[in-house]
């Protein structure tokens, strides 16, 4: 089957095409925006990337096209198969239809951690020899690529509550009929699509409908607005993580996260050591290890693959170390997780300086819905460089002043890129957040970083 995706560069999307490529189709993607590492991961499986959306892409026809939710009623791809009477279908829809609907799917929802915590459980599995199939929305370095079928009966997969596609408006998740459902939290986010919090409640209560009742529920306990989405009904049996008397806690957690050992209903079950750092991975972890035991999978097993696991890029990923400069890419583009990023990595280096850099680039940022939240989010760092893309419709200036001369603003990459090496010093830490390819700013910084002579002391 000839197989043409919309929007093949997105995170969910390109696990898609990874997948159906795997199941032996034929498979090419339109998209206006390719970056790492989705792009490098999709060629390297030999899949033909088209820049655009041309009509002429979708010749010769395609025996079904699969839409992203990025592409709406207008757009030249969208418009021409409409024209041409061309089969297309959803990426959820996709997935349920090849891949979910016999298995025992294991769903991760939540506003923040989702893809940490689905690369997790799918690590947890493999590792325990049950050959998962998954898809996360990043690369886990542990498997080199962020989506496979896997041969055993269970399917791990990142689940979002944004929209379908221009033709389906609920949520993703409603098309995976979970069995077990993590939640990891739940903050207003995609404004674009929600109008407040309450909208997004919602789905994660039609979501609760659809688990079947000897099914799993793994809930955040300490999360408000997930109490009250399970107050509205629950027909499932749940366990909680996070909280104080939750039924998986963390105890005699090191400063940085990086040990912790696990009580599970009061008894401790297992301890971990690892590589990754803050509270909000910690609770991830035992996220992920409740929903392992529910398919057996036990504490000890998980705390030994979580040992080994080496996280997902772009979450407060090592990109380069320099002349006695470290820089890290992370995905943190919400309030929340930008503190939580800045809060794990202080943890771990004490006294150094973080340089954070920051493109506001989320469809809710560029709204300026969390702005009055950003420069307590920024509170962190000893230096902040945020920049301003153009037409960004609110006055980033005026939101960070709270943070006074450590602050600068900046509107071009070719400008930040001066700023920020006219900072740095031996030693500092540059903490780059955006959940997209900034420009290209990253390859920028190093190569500078690289090119320079050593920073000034």
Known sequence: MRIHILGICGTFMGGIAALARELGHEVEGSDSGVYPPMSTQLEALGIRLHDGYKPEHLEPAPDVVVVGNALSRGNPAVEA??????????????????????RHVIAVAGTHGKTTTTAMIAWILESAKLTPGFLIGGVAPDFGVSAHLGKGKYFVVEADEYDTAFFDKGAKFLHYRPRTVVLNNLEYDHADIFPDLASIENQFHYLLRTVPGNGLLVVNGADAALKR???????????????????????????????FDVSHEGSKVASVKWSLLGGHNVSNALAAMAAAAHVGVTPAQSAEALGRFQGVKRRLEVRARVDGVTVYDDFAHHPTAVAATLAALRARIGEERIIAVMEPRSATMKLGVHKDALAASLEGADRVFVYQAPKLPWDVNGALRPLGTRVSVIQDIDALTDAVMAEVLRGDHILIMSNGGFGGFHDKLIDRLERNAAPRC
């Open 229 to 259: 989405v399970l107050a509205r009904g629950a027909w499932t049996p749940c366990q909680t993580f996070g909280a104080p008397g939750a039924d998986w806690r963390a105890t005699d957690m090191a400063a940085d996260g990086s040990a």
């Open 81 to 102: 198969l409409l024209a041409e009477g061309l089969p297309y279908q959803s990426g959820p829809q996709w997935l349920f239809e090849n891949l979910l609907k016999d």
